[in-house]
T-cell receptor, first 109, second 113 residues
Framework: DAKTTQPPSMDCAEGRAANLPCNHS???????VYWYRQIHSQGPQYIIH???NNETNEMASLIITEDRKSSTLILPHATLRDTAVYYC??????????FGAGTRLTVKP | EAGVVQSPRYKIIEKKQPVAFWCNPI?????LYWYLQNLGQGPELLIR????????DSQLPKDRFSAERLKGVDSTLKIQPAELGDSAVYLC???????????FGPGTRLTVL
């Protein structure tokens, strides 16, 4: 299963875009990139996923490089409620998801 | 629609006691997962059910942990006997199929004294 590498923590100013990077250099051609976040004392929340093309939904945008070895999750206008741990996951071919330690994003006023 | 429901939210027991956690998935979701989350770490999969069948339980410590999903709807995870190292958050998740995104419950925080 492909592993992911994320910075342990990041800060972002409220109202600015938050760009969270993820490296997944060993990803296979049919493995999807998923992003979840976990706000304190809650279960993880699905954000977005993609295979090759960039994706956008009401929560975020996902930019995947052409070689698929890295991706960036973009929160266009971060709010204080976006403070959470963000997990980048490469979903295995058997559909299991292996969570790493994630990136702790702190949005500051 | 209602989300994944877990109970209890918190449980404190003494070591060597049994404990059980209950999960009711989102209606219509065939796949159910149990995860364990230690402090400061991401969730780790314990077991995955497709309807009532456990299709991946390779990470479940079978000497003390057991799970069931009778009738393919709600599920129970049991630990007997509990050890100090079992203190963690136990998360339940469900998805329509194993290929769809997972929806998580709030978790049960277990403290073993």
């Amino acid at each position: 299963d492909a592993k992911t590498t994320q910075p342990p923590s990041m800060d972002c100013a409220e109202g600015r875009a938050a760009n969270l990077p993820c490296n997944h250099s060993t990803i296979s051609g049919n493995e999807y990139v998923y992003w979840y976040r976990q706000i304190h004392s809650q279960g993880p929340q699905y954000i977005i996923h993609g295979l090759k093309n960039n994706e956008t939904n009401e929560m975020a945008s996902l930019i995947i490089t052409e070689d698929r070895k890295s991706s960036t999750l973009i929160l266009p206008h971060a709010t204080l409620r976006d403070t959470a741990v963000y997990y980048c996951i490469v979903r295995a071919t058997n559909n299991d998801m292996r969570f790493g330690a994630g990136t702790r994003l702190t949005v500051k006023p | 629609e209602a989300g994944v429901v877990q109970s209890p939210r918190y449980k404190i027991i003494e070591k060597k006691q049994p404990v059980a956690f209950w999960c009711n998935p989102i209606s219509g979701h065939n796949t159910l997962y149990w995860y364990l989350q230690n402090l400061g770490q991401g969730p780790e999969l314990l077991i995955r059910y497709e309807n009532e069948e456990a299709v991946d339980d390779s990470q479940l410590p079978k000497d003390r942990f057991s799970a069931e999903r009778l009738k393919g709807v709600d599920s129970t995870l049991k630990i007997q006997p509990a050890e100090l190292g079992d203190s963690a958050v136990y998360l339940c998740a469900s998805s329509r199929t194993s290929e769809n995104e997972q929806f998580f419950g709030p978790g049960t925080r277990l403290t073993v004294l």
